[in-house]
Nanobody
Framework: QVQLVESGGGLVQPGGFLRLSCVAS????????MSWYRQAPGKERELVAF????????TYADSVKGRFTISRDNGKNTVYLQMNSLKPEDTAVYYC?????????WGQGTQVTVSS
């Protein structure tokens, strides 16, 4: 079955950086686009970044453009989210998603906290 496992979250000071990873299994990774979402306390889950199956095209939420970079390694079945210049408002649980199944398939999430 589809499995997505995120890692790399943690506590970081404003202006710092983190790299999130999402390792996929149970499907042909290279045939599917991937996305990163986040959900802050009391807010709806929102799309952060998207990458096509071969990695040739990416899109970003306006709030993270120029600071975050999504990438993938199809040989390692892994999608990454490089997050630079982090702000307190980036604090959230970050999830990766693959568009398989009626509502997509999600990982368990990794917590990112940006605080001094």
């Amino acid at each position: 079955q589809v499995q997505l496992v995120e890692s790399g979250g943690g506590l970081v000071q404003p202006g710092g950086f983190l790299r999130l990873s999402c390792v996929a299994s149970g499907f042909t990774f290279s045939r599917h686009s991937m996305s990163w979402y986040r959900q802050a306390p009391g807010k709806e889950r929102e799309l952060v970044a998207f990458i096509t199956s071969a990695g040739g095209s990416t899109t970003y939420a306006d709030s993270v453009k120029g600071r975050f970079t999504i990438s993938r390694d199809n040989g390692k079945n892994t999608v990454y989210l490089q997050m630079n210049s982090l702000k307190p408002e980036d604090t959230a649980v970050y999830y990766c998603k693959v568009p398989i199944g009626l509502a997509g398939s999600w990982g368990q999430g990794t917590q990112v906290t940006v605080s001094s």
